[in-house]
């Protein structure tokens, strides 16, 4: 079950300002978050952003919805995001059939989004470096428990690779020049 950019979407889960400060990893979430959402504007992946209970909890974090500008938002009030009629159709209707997932409290939103996808059918690929939590036990549960259902675990770098196929393209050269190599130096620098 190899990745393909025709067939996939990246989906950010509740990666919000007020949630963020007491997440384990959660600027590092951000950063590998963003750095491949640009990659998937590059390549012609759907970048989708979920927010809980926005009110309590703030909007997406302010630099991730920066380095996202073509996102799709959805609010919602399931944990399960694929529980909400709106989500679960356009997804359906989006044709894309292999889903990038990582965001937080990975134990909590980001599991229960992955769980329902796998149960619609979704090939579910949990993004290790960017599925977080308070604690960080937490986040490794769910890690465990999602691979035991079904999803494949992925790095971000795994994923761009994928996604691009080949190295003797424009497009390679493109995103290599934009994304690859600076990634160590300023994740969230793209331009």
Known sequence: MRLRSESSLLLVVDLQA????????????????????????EVGVPVWLTEQYPQG????????????P??????KVHFNA????????????????????CG???????????????????EVYWLSEAAVSRRATEASLARERMMRAGAIPVSADMVA?????RCDD??????????????????????
């Not at 073509?70 to 609010?75: A, V």
């Not at 694929?82 to 997932?101: I, W």
């Not at 690779?161 to 196929?165: I, M, T, V």
């Open 18 to 41: 007020g949630l963020l400060p007491v997440i384990d990893g959660g600027a590092q979430a951000v950063a590998a978050a963003a750095w491949l959402g640009g990659i998937a504007g």
């Open 57 to 68: 909890l703030g909007g997406s974090d302010p630099g991730l919805l920066e380095a996202l």
């Open 70 to 75: 073509e996102h799709r938002l959805w609010q």
């Open 82 to 101: 694929h529980a909400e009629a709106d989500f679960s159709g356009a997804l359906a209707a989006s044709g894309r059939r292999q889903v990038v997932l």
């Open 104 to 122: 937080s409290e990975a134990h909590i939103c980001v599991l229960q989004t992955g769980l329902g996808l796998l149960e619609a059918g979704y």
């Open 161 to 165: 690779y994928e996604w691009l196929d």
């Open 170 to 191: 424009e497009r390679f050269r493109q995103v290599h020049k934009r994304f690859l190599k600076p990634r160590a130096a300023h994740p969230l620098r793209f331009f």
